[in-house]
């Protein structure tokens, strides 16, 4: 499989809820393709350190004092977010593509929370968001920058 080079899509508004979800998607979306690949995983592992990389900034933003979520929303997604950790060190332990779908279900679920209108936290509006689409695989997914560093 050749290198993922980019992105197949961005965000389409400016606003972090969206952003974050359109992360969440583009990670997923990479894990989908490299668990394809035919290269002894290293683009599964890849695709595993960019999904660590995109939590441990959720972590930090999540134990920021000055976060505007509430702090049961905080303390819930703190907890999922260990127990992605773990997924995804045991995923970059064994590289067993066939074991990244908790990995995939935690981001679309995520993903589709953070695409939900949300008009009762600080800093939001009542108006609906687009959903998230699926991530593109096959033929349709054309990455066009690099994402790794």
């Known amino acids: 499989m ?8 961005q965000p389409r508004a400016m606003d972090p809820r969206s952003t974050e979800a359109w992360a969440l998607a583009e990670a997923s979306r990479r894990l989908i393709l490299a668990a394809k690949a035919d290269d002894k ?8 350190i960019l999904n660590q990389r995109l939590w441990s900034i959720f972590q930090g933003a999540l134990i920021d004092p000055t976060s505007a979520l509430p ?22 332990g064994d590289l067993d593509a066939s074991k990244i779908q908790p990995i995939l279900d ?44």
């Open 41 to 48: 995983g290293e683009s599964l592992r890849a695709a595993l």
């Open 2 to 9: 050749k290198q993922a080079v980019g992105y197949s899509s």
């Open 106 to 149: 935690i981001n679309r679920a995520i993903a589709e929370g953070l695409s939900m209108d949300a008009p009762d936290l600080p800093g939001t509006t009542a108006q609906p968001q687009q959903p998230v689409p699926a991530p593109a695989t096959g033929t349709h997914a054309t990455p066009v920058m690099n994402f790794t560093a």
């Open 71 to 92: 702090k049961a929303i905080r303390d819930n997604v703190l907890a999922l977010s260990i127990m992605m950790d773990r997924h995804l060190m045991q995923r970059l």
